[in-house]
């Protein structure tokens, strides 16, 4: 079973728009597919999936003793596709305890599926994290605005403390470290450089230096930018993985971008997920393809052994591949706009939006071409040679 948390770290960057269309384009290609809504304190994946609850979900396993795990998960009218619901109206149920936690994992992990994918809630809570470390290969949600992208790697960053705490022994020359740290309210352990932290450990207590190696491995979380507007909201992928290099001594794999679609609010009114509405939408198609690169990527994780196939090289060119697909989509979402403007789709509030975007964009390739002349005038006055 290919186990595939998704995760942001704030709210509104679309993760659940992610989850969903992501198990409807799984099933869809043939795999069978478990979706289950995780975010327990305020589940809803069941109106993207147009699903009425019956009072069966996680909340009512939890307080239930007679209820078994297999009750609550129900089948969907999309292909191959199973549901759990979150039942976010039971008090408390956000607020695991550590057995039903584990006891939830357990029950997760025992499903008879090919792919298992969790849709989880915001923030840095020790239950998101840990089920986000169910596996090393989540999805990290995230949008180009500088607040969703901050709290993208503060949540890897709280992830990767918890891999550090789980990785030493209580009484380990490490644990008492990380201990010292932690002293004073711990803001300072919020500026602490890991890569920094990981040297002293080395040199103070090898054995829980080998330990979190071996752990942190295992990690390496995809990252999935939503929302996108223009192709160059791309390249701010690239800064939060150099940020996540240098100061959290992790990797990302850039594994999709998906464009910003009015249709999908259309869609999620109708009830029907997106990729269901218009499959041949450009949101719906940045689906397809993440969903393309998972099966490829399980694939070639069979073939060696059920062992992750990603080497550093491939994760460059997982870079690479999403900025030619960002410029791609940008071009397909912009002879869409002009289909529409022709069939009169389009209202006038639309069109003025529309308008206002390019001319926004007009604006900015002024400026840019505007500093350009100005270095060449300055090249050609002091006899540089262009």
């Not at 099933?27 to 327990?40: F, I, T």
């Not at 609550?72 to 039971?90: H, K, L, P, Q, R």
């Not at 915001?122 to 169910?134: E, I, P, Q, R």
């Not at 460059?316 to 410029?327: L, N």
Request: charged share 25%; with cysteine; aromatic share 6%.
């Amino acid at each position: 079973m290919q186990i595939v948390p998704v995760a942001g770290g704030k709210g509104g960057v679309g993760k659940s728009l992610v989850a969903t269309n992501l198990a409807i384009g799984l099933g869809q290609a043939g795999k069978r597919v478990v979706l289950a809504d995780l975010d327990l304190g305020g589940s809803n994946l069941h109106l993207m999936l147009g699903v009425n609850l019956s009072g069966t979900g996680i909340g009512s396993f939890i307080t239930s003793e007679k209820k078994s795990f297999a009750d609550i998960v129900v089948e969907t009218e999309y292909e191959n596709v199973s549901f759990i619901a979150g039942d976010n109206e039971i008090p408390g149920i956000a607020n695991l305890t550590t057995s039903q936690k584990r006891m939830l994992i357990s029950r997760l992990r025992a499903l008879d599926t090919e792919y298992l994918i969790l849709d989880l809630g915001a923030g840095s809570s020790f239950n998101v994290m840990d089920f986000f470390l169910m596996s090393g290969r989540g999805l990290i949600v995230t949008s180009p605005t500088p607040t969703a992208t901050v709290n993208a790697y503060v949540f890897l960053k709280n992830v990767m403390f918890r891999i550090l705490n789980n990785s030493f022994k209580k009484k380990s020359a490490a644990a008492a470290y990380l201990e010292s740290l932690r002293k004073d309210g711990s803001p300072e352990l919020q500026r602490v450089y890991i890569p920094a932290v990981i040297e002293k450990v080395k040199k103070i207590d090898p054995e829980s230096h080998a330990a979190y190696i071996a752990n942190a491995s295992r990690f390496v979380p995809r990252l999935v930018m939503n929302m996108v507007e223009d192709p160059r909201d791309a390249d701010k992928a690239n800064r939060l993985r150099r940020s996540c290099q240098q100061y959290l001594g992790i990797d990302l794999e850039y594994y999709g971008v998906i464009y910003r679609d009015d249709l999908q609010d259309i869609a999620l009114g109708s009830k029907l997920p997106i990729i269901v509405y218009k499959p041949n939408s450009v949101l719906a198609q940045g689906v397809y393809r993440i969903a393309d690169k998972m099966i490829e990527d399980y694939a070639l994780g069979e073939q060696s052994d059920g062992e992750s196939p990603l080497e550093y090289d491939g994760i460059d060119e997982s870079y690479e591949e999403a900025g030619m697909q960002a410029a791609a989509d940008f071009e397909a979402k912009m002879e869409y706009v002009e289909e529409l403007l022709h069939t009169g789709a389009l209202s006038t509030g639309d069109l003025v939006e529309t308008v206002k975007s390019q001319q926004i964009e007009i604006q900015h390739l002024k400026k840019e071409n505007a500093l350009l002349k100005s270095k060449i005038v300055k090249a050609i006055g002091r006899g540089v040679r262009i």
